[in-house]
């Protein structure tokens, strides 16, 4: 298929249609409102349900009952909508239902902004909702990579009876690039035997979070674990740009933020400069391995992110001992430019920058 | 004389003993909703969705697949799984707090967009399942525990009356209140739960049918005495009978 020019939110809407999506709840709020708009117009087309929710409280339960009836079927929201769907997302998880999520996120805490942020990394891969479950969270890059991943995540969600999240920010939503969409070798859904539509001479299907005996809570628990570790061994994604190569900084970012440090790296490397960096592709499972072994090979790390520094926690414990951890973040929907982030991995480079350190700052002054 | 079977436990209600209190109407809802799913013949499609509240275990009781919701979000539960199946018969079973507190929302909006499933929303002025707390349908003066000098209506208002209140909305819709505190009553609740049933086997209309029930413990009455509290408090606030036809005039 040749490749046409879109939007990112209109290409996030028609992957999930190429993916063999056919029912999308959500409601409004920038900055991905044109996915909503795209399919309220798109989804007729192709015999599919689109329908405007009260809520996003609302949206994320109708995504419960279409999972459980059998459907693939997803919603897009932008960060305060997510956190509203946080409390299904946790009872989605818990009863093992096949949900995909489209995150477009902006600025917070509160309203926040409606600029590009990655500052909802702690919600999407460390909890949001109550109990123990983990979404398995994608981070794309470009409008391709957005395409790609929303399919991916049908797929992915289906085979872990687990809700899946593609995480975004304005910039994927809102540039437009040239994608193409996949129309042969897409899979059909599995058979979901579990699903509830009627009995017809079978028994009953239950789709249920709650189990008062704690041994039965305890094997569900046992049980989400267990598709959590095989997550952990089976999905983990990244993308290595020279960083299985001795470095002097090694850059870890994702998302619109690897793209920009890549072009700082470019330029610093075409000054013979051993720039390296590792992209996670997947954030939850989060390629731990990938950053032990690339760090061992580089003198310094440079995490860069949309935030005042969340994946860098997780960078921390994944890095080689002793590497020096530094961080490079903005917020308030300010991007940096190539340089900004160049400036930051010379003054690594130069041991001008002073890296995180687990003495509290004021502690150390005194 | 050969034995004839003149009265049996409907198939759509399973074997299991309910955990639902001594005197609690609970039971003779369930057993009208089984009835009305057997006579219709629905049962092998229907789709239950539970709530939270002394209701979440009905998937035990019901011989039919289930969905159990998040607190209040039954419809929206029932929303997906019927634009997703419009094949499948669909119904909320909700209590007063799971539909009256926290699922407002989720109700008046699926009542307005007119989706074509059944709610069986049972009201028995109280949150039961927490142990006895004002819920928006508790009397004026009732006393709970987080209204343990009686229901101040100055302080929170009047309870709802959900029936009337669905009933306002212009898109066509059946909503009925009924009670089944006597057995003429219990029989007048049956068909308008089969009424329920038989509108959305018809793909006609949303249906509601509000139940007025008892809870003899949170109420610290005896079973029989909780009927009769039924008939002398809740009868003259809460109106039973028809209050939207999809007949109506639009």
Redesign the interface.
């Known amino acids: 298929m040749a490749k046409k020019l879109m939007k990112g939110n209109e290409a996030i809407g028609e992957a999930a249609i190429a993916a063999g999506c056919r029912h999308y709840f959500a409601y409004p709020i920038t900055p991905q409102t044109e996915v909503a708009e795209y399919l309220a117009r798109r989804m007729p087309e192709v015999d599919g349900v689109f329908l405007q929710a009260e809520s996003e409280v609302a949206a994320s339960n109708m995504l419960f009952g279409a999972a459980a009836a059998g459907v693939r079927t997803f919603t897009s929201s932008s960060s305060p909508g997510i956190s509203l769907m946080s409390e299904s997302i946790s009872y989605i998880a818990g009863a093992q239902l096949p949900v995909v999520y489209i995150n477009i996120v902006r600025g917070g805490p509160g309203l926040g902004g409606i600029l590009p942020a990655q500052s909802d990394y702690f919600q999407a891969c460390k909890g949001g909702g109550h109990g123990d479950y983990h979404l398995l969270v994608l981070g794309p890059s470009t409008v391709q990579e957005a395409v790609d991943h929303v399919m991916l995540a049908f797929d992915l969600a289906d085979k872990y009876r687990n809700p899946v999240m593609v995480m975004g920010d304005g910039m994927i939503g809102q540039m437009m690039e040239p994608v193409e969409f996949p129309t042969e070798g897409v899979a059909a859904p599995p058979p979901k035997p579990w699903a509830t539509v009627g009995m017809r001479g079978r028994p009953q299907n239950l789709i249920r979070s709650l189990y008062l005996d704690p041994d039965e809570l305890e094997r569900n628990n046992l049980e989400l674990r267990a598709k959590y570790d095989a997550m952990e061994r089976d999905e983990v994604r990244f993308e290595s740009y020279h960083a299985d190569e001795e470095t002097d900084v090694l850059v870890v970012a994702y998302g619109t933020m690897a793209r920009i440090a890549k072009t700082a790296i470019d330029e610093l490397r075409g000054q013979g400069k051993r720039i390296g960096m590792l992209r996670p592709i997947t954030l939850y499972p989060f390629p731990r391995v990938a950053i032990r072994e690339a760090s061992s090979r580089a003198r310094a790390v440079l995490v860069v992110e949309l935030s005042t520094g969340q994946m860098v926690e997780d960078v921390e414990w994944s890095a080689a001992e002793g590497v020096d951890i530094h961080f490079f973040g903005k917020t308030g929907g300010n991007i940096p430019a190539p340089e900004d982030i160049g400036d930051e991995i010379t003054k690594v480079l130069e041991g001008r920058a002073r890296p995180r350190t687990m003495v509290p700052l004021a502690e150390e002054a005194s | 004389m050969t034995a004839a079977t003149i009265f049996q436990r409907p198939q759509s209600l399973t074997e299991r003993i309910t955990h639902y209190c001594p005197g609690c109407t609970h039971g003779v809802i369930h057993r009208l909703v089984a009835e009305s799913l057997d006579e219709l013949g629905l ?5 239950g ?2 709530p939270v509240g002394c209701a ?1 275990l009905a ?1 035990h009781y019901f ?8 607190h209040g ?1 039954a419809p ?10 419009p094949d ?2 669909v119904f909320t079973y909700q209590g007063d707090g799971d539909l009256a507190s926290i699922g407002t ?2 109700l ?2 699926a009542a307005n967009r007119g989706e074509k499933f059944t709610i069986i929303f049972v009201n028995n002025a109280i949150y039961g399942m927490t142990g006895g707390q004002m819920a928006p349908t508790t009397m004026p003066g009732q006393v709970t525990s987080t209204s343990p000098a009686g229901r101040d209506v100055d302080q929170v208002g009047y309870p709802l009356r959900v029936a009337e209140l669905v009933a306002t909305l212009r898109t066509p819709s059946y909503v009925e209140r009924v009670s089944v505190h006597s057995p003429g009553h219990i029989i007048d609740a049956k068909r308008a739960i089969r009424q329920a049933f038989a509108y959305q086997k018809e793909g006609r209309c949303f249906s509601l049918v509000e139940v007025l029930s008892t809870c003899p413990t949170n109420w610290g009455l005896t079973p029989l005495a909780s009927l009769k509290w039924v008939e002398e408090n809740m009868l003259p606030y809460y109106p039973l009978g028809l209050k939207k036809s999809p007949e109506d005039e639009v």
Request: hydrophobic letters at 45%.
């Open positions: 049962r092998e499609s229907t789709v969705i539970a979440v998937y011989a039919c697949d289930f969905q159990e919701a998040p979000r929206a539960l029932a929303t997906g799984a019927k634009r997703a199946r499948l018969t929302a989720e008046i909006h």
